[in-house]
């Protein structure tokens, strides 16, 4: 027989207390001692918590991984599917990130202006921080910036090389001078013989890339590139240029908003 204590509990025929909305008791017995134990409302409320603290976590992390909020906006489910042949070879690098991660191997995404490359770049790096590995997005501008700094910069630098992955935007627009290109060197030969993966987006064109690794005249520059091209797989951003794309909606949106009605 069951008697009621109160909205949410009841006492069952065993005389436990039980929840009302699950049914299950919240006692327990084991040689003559009761206990508590938690009903299924219960389990799923800490269930529910763990997951929300774990979201949490993974979300900070993404703050350190991607500093820049837009940036951390990329992910593949925001991808316009305009492009798909290039979005199913990067998913695909993404599902084989065990093997490439074992070889050091990253991507080196380049095409012109607009057409998308940091976008893609930071949805790889999105989906492999969802996958648990450790990310910086980061430019090879803020490495020089940060060689500068006798006094941190070193420790600073060599956080971002602890990360499995490393996203460098816009490689070749940083300022070219002797002291940055040793420091840049000098960051990817590191970067490279720990087995990080580099993720690289350029304006350039691999055949650059190639012409300046073997440019005897400057041995800096093809130290850099041909360490570069050993590790990243040149992939072709280019077929939609995204951000003419948007130039023609935001055309399309004034249109609309100027000739739609009379003041
Ligand atoms: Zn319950």
């Not at 490359?117 to 803020?142: E, P, Q, R």
Request: charge should be neutral.
């Amino acid at each position: 027989m069951e008697v009621k204590l109160s909205e949410n509990e009841f006492l069952n025929a065993e005389g436990f207390i039980c929840c009302s909305k699950c049914k299950e008791p919240k006692q327990s017995e084991y040689e003559g001692h009761r206990y508590s134990i938690p009903c299924k409302c219960r389990r799923d409320e800490i269930e529910a918590k763990e997951l929300e603290e774990k979201r949490r976590k993974l979300e900070e992390k993404r703050a350190f991984s991607i500093p820049n909020a837009k940036l951390r906006s990329f992910t593949f489910d925001k991808d316009d599917q305009q492009d798909k042949e290039t979005t199913n070879i990067l998913k695909r690098y993404v599902s084989k990130f065990v093997e490439m991660k074992a070889k050091g191997l990253g991507l080196l995404l380049w095409g012109s202006v607009g057409t998308g490359k940091t976008f893609y770049a930071h949805c790889i790096a999105n989906a492999l921080i969802d996958a648990g590995y450790s990310v910086k997005s980061t430019s090879l501008s803020t490495v020089v910036q940060l060689a500068q700094d006798f006094e941190n910069g070193e420790r600073e630098i060599n956080k971002i090389l602890q990360n499995q992955v490393i996203l460098i935007d816009d490689v070749g627009t940083e300022r070219q001078t002797t002291f940055a290109n040793e420091q840049i060197y000098n960051f990817i030969d590191k970067a490279t013989s720990l087995n990080r993966v580099l993720l690289l987006t350029t304006n350039f064109m691999p055949k650059e890339f190639e012409e300046a690794a073997q440019d005897t005249a400057d041995l800096v520059h093809a130290r850099i590139y041909s360490r570069i091209l050993e590790k990243c797989y040149p992939i072709k951003v280019n077929k939609i240029k995204h951000r003419d794309a948007l130039k023609e909606e935001n055309r399309q949106f004034m249109k609309n908003l100027l000739q739609e009605e009379e003041v």
